[in-house]
């Protein structure tokens, strides 16, 4: 894999663990990372597509290893790390994007629905990072963590997300109080808060609404929506030494969608 990038944004040969890995952004950042030289534990419920994601990166001559959890077994997701752990080493990029979203109105959102995208979201990914960062702290390995927020998280993009905005509000908490606890180990905590961007999460929402795809563009002056491949740049930044005095901040790659 390519080694000609700028130093300072240079991401070669850095052990990176990601959730969401299967699908959508995840995918993309997973495959965008191999495609710098990092080495990829790629982290999804969805054996299948992790499978498929890691066997695209190998193909690409690049470094990937699936691993088969849900971030909301912890004993599963430890039990990955081990693995990533005997692979390659310990994480130094450890990226959050597993998430879901089920809607309903407040007064009608069912309490299953309500707590699963909690426990999914934010219960989740910190499970993924503390059980990292333990790692990290015990083999004195500095690194950035990154959560996959929303601009749902600072702006009231629609109705019916109460639990998907409380979820990521949570991550932007998490995000500024871990990089606090964690800043004296060199290890820094950022977030990034993505606008709407063609997923299947998205594709599904789009399929659910009568004005399709322009009731998700209208709010992006940018005037479209974002592709999954313009993730990338931010998380090369944010994982590398272009980023070093960055930490506890929520970074939207929105198209202007808060700037409005
Ligand atoms: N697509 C968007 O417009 C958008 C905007 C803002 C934020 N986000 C956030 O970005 C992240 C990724 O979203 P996406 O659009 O790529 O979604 P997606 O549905 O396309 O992909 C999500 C991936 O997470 C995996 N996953 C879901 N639950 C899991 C679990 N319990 N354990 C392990 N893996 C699990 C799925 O299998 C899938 O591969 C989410 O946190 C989402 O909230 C997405």
């Not at 333990?134 to 019916?160: C, H, N, R, W, Y």
């Amino acid at each position: 894999m390519s080694d000609s990038f700028d130093p300072m944004f240079s991401v070669q040969g850095k052990i990176v663990l990601i959730s969401g890995a299967g699908n959508g952004l995840g995918r993309a950042i997973a495959i965008g990372l191999a495609a710098r030289g990092a080495k990829v534990g790629a982290l999804d419920f969805a054996s299948d597509q992790v499978q498929e994601v890691c066997d695209e990166i190998i193909s690409q001559g690049g470094i990937a290893t699936p691993l088969v959890a849900d971030v909301r077994d912890t004993a599963a997701l430890a039990s990955c790390l081990e693995k990533l752990i005997e692979k390659f080493g310990v994480p130094e990029i450890v990226i959050a994007a597993a998430g879901i979203n089920r809607r309903g109105t407040a007064v009608e959102m069912l309490d299953k629905d309500w707590q699963d995208v909690i426990d999914v979201n934010l219960t989740g990914s910190w499970n993924l990072v503390r059980l990292a960062a333990a790692e990290m702290i015990k083999a004195k390995v500095q690194g950035s963590m990154i959560f996959i927020s929303s601009v749902a998280s600072l702006v009231g993009i629609t109705t019916g997300i109460a639990n998907y905005s409380a979820s990521k509000g949570g991550i932007n908490s998490l995000t500024r109080t871990l990089a606090m606890e964690w800043a004296t180990l060199g290890i820094r905590v950022n977030a990034i808060a993505p606008t709407h961007f063609r997923t299947p999460m998205l594709e599904k929402a789009i399929s659910l609404n009568p004005e399709g795809a322009e009731y998700f563009t209208r709010n992006i002056p940018l005037g479209r929506l974002g592709q999954p491949e313009e993730l990338v740049g931010t998380i090369v930044y944010l994982s590398s030494a272009a980023s070093s005095m960055v930490t506890g901040i929520v970074l939207a790659v929105d198209g202007g969608h808060t700037a409005r």
